[in-house]
């Protein structure tokens, strides 16, 4: 039977544009050996799952009779499939992709996933992360008689896959990944295989699940929940995995030096209910919390999470502390994102739509604000004033990851470094410029506390200015778009 799964409510963020760091996709991939589920359905419930990790664009490809069909467009899920999935049902395997674009503008050319045709057949692929040599593999492609139909970078991998799959797609994804520089998790989809790859610093999380005899790859285990797949493992970092008839075979790609997991994926990216390496999203942004109350600790009447990711952290903090948790904003959950963006100088009004204060739990009160992070700064101010005219003495903003001072190359938008507020301002500049009483930020050492045990190690170089790969050609010429 085809699943028949309720939708949960999407999981929305209250930041504008430009005051958070926006995650750039989400990848979703499942082969079935038998009717027992629908792919293209199946797809469409993981992105939905997924949906927090991109919201421009959204699509899902199908092999069917062995042929590629898709259909994708600008939107979330809801929106690009409102019609219902159509021709894609009845298929054999699917992929999925939903998107926040970081290289590429955000257009229906540049929404996956990607179909490609060459000599050896069609295959369709989406990408979450960020080539950071993608210019020069793209200029070397063209000066080779390559044509490319969109801006991104996922068709350049797109395209070496084709071309340096002579022997196989298999060897043509190892000798493409020996070219790559950056982050990738991969879900390619040809007439008779799903393959899931992941980059060999394994920077972007990918995930292989089971449901009865079909196979599941995701971005998140989340995904996993929302379908009824059980989570099997992650792929490894430079793990290549591809499933067919025959069932599955693991193949080792290139192999680095060290790991570099995004440690935003738990401060921020990531669902609370995923697990990521073997750690516990909720558990570490609890953890984080609990470490923020050890070594800032604040004397206050109550403590508040701004919602919905800084919840846990807060938790964390007032049971650490032994400060009664309440909550501080109420969240308006049907502002999404297709409400007209405030302009630069309104941005306190798109706050206000999405979040207002409970004033009979803060007036009165010194309270304890916990954050994720702060980026450029203005939510925050808003946040801090808007708890302050509810009739609180005082607030005490604690944020839950340290300052953010550098921009990050390898699949995440954040803000031009003049832009970043941590990267020219003092902790008591920022705290005078939020208008808050104090301000604490977790180190990089206790951010890292927080995920002890994880299978990888991890990349903090938003934080720190030190990078899985050298960038100093992006950092000179100031570039976020590496197809510049």
């Known amino acids: 039977m085809p699943l028949r799964i309720k939708l949960p409510k999407p999981y929305q963020r209250i930041k504008p544009p430009g005051d958070c760091m926006h995650e750039e996709c989400g990848v979703f991939g499942v082969w079935c050996a038998d009717d027992s589920i629908d792919p293209a359905e199946a797809a469409y419930y993981g992105l939905f799952a997924l949906q927090h990790r991109g919201q421009e664009s959204g699509g899902i490809a199908v092999v069917k009779d062995g042929k590629i069909d898709y259909h994708k467009d600008m939107g979330l899920i809801s929106e690009v499939f409102k019609d219902g999935l159509g021709s894609l049902t009845g298929a054999r395997s699917a992929i999925g992709h939903v998107r926040y674009s970081t290289t590429g503008d955000s257009h229906l050319a540049n929404a996956q996933p990607l179909v490609i045709s060459s000599k050896k057949g069609n295959l369709a692929l989406a990408h979450n992360g960020n080539l950071i040599n993608a210019k020069e593999l793209r200029d070397d492609l063209e000066n080779n008689g390559a044509i490319f139909q969109t801006s991104i970078d996922s068709e350049v991998l797109a395209s070496l896959i084709a071309k340096n799959g002579r022997n196989g ?33 394994g920077i972007r999380p990918i995930a292989l699940g089971k449901i ?64 990521i390496d073997g750690i516990c999203v909720h558990k570490a942004r609890e953890r984080a919390g609990a470490m923020l109350a050890i070594t800032n600790p604040v004397d206050a009447d109550i403590v508040a999470g701004v919602p919905d990711s800084a919840r846990p952290a807060a938790m964390g903090y007032a049971e650490q502390s032994k400060i009664p948790y309440k909550k501080a904003l109420a969240k308006n959950r049907y502002v999404g994102r297709t409400f007209i963006q405030p302009a630069q100088g309104k941005r306190e009004v798109g706050v206000s739509l999405k979040l207002n204060a409970l004033k009979r739990n803060v007036y009165g009160q010194r309270v304890i604000l916990v954050d994720d992070s702060i980026v450029r700064g203005t939510t925050s101010k808003r946040i801090v004033e808007m708890i302050k005219l509810a ?66 190690n991890f990349c903090v170089g938003c934080f720190s200015g030190e990078y899985p790969e050298n960038v100093d050609h992006l950092l000179k010429c100031g570039k976020k778009n590496v197809l510049d």
């Not at 190892?174 to 070219?179: D, N």
């Not at 982050?183 to 899931?196: E, F, H, N, R």
């Not at 790859?217 to 430079?238: H, K, Q, V, Y």
């Open 169 to 201: 797609i298999i060897e043509g994804i190892k000798t493409t990944m020996e070219q790559l520089k950056g982050s990738y998790a991969l879900v390619i989809m040809t007439p008779d295989q799903l393959i899931g790859v992941r980059d060999p610093k």
């Open 212 to 275: 009865d005899n079909s196979f599941v790859f995701a971005s998140e285990s989340c995904a996993f929940d929302t379908i009824g797949a059980e989570f099997i493992r992650d792929l490894r970092p430079g793990e290549i995995i591809a499933i067919d008839k025959d069932g599955l075979k693991s193949y080792q790609g290139t192999r680095a030096m060290d790991t570099a997991l995004c440690i935003f994926e738990f401060v921020y990216f990531a669902r609370p209910d995923s697990d």
């Open 391 to 456: 009739g609180a003495k005082e607030v005490h903003m604690q944020i839950s990851s340290p300052p953010i001072k550098y921009p990050c190359f390898f699949g995440i938008d954040t803000s031009s470094h003049d832009q970043l507020i941590g990267s020219k301002n003092s902790v008591e500049e920022i705290k005078k410029l939020i208008c808050a009483d104090s301000l604490n930020y977790l180190s990089i050492e206790d951010l890292l506390k927080t995920v002890e045990g994880a299978a990888c």
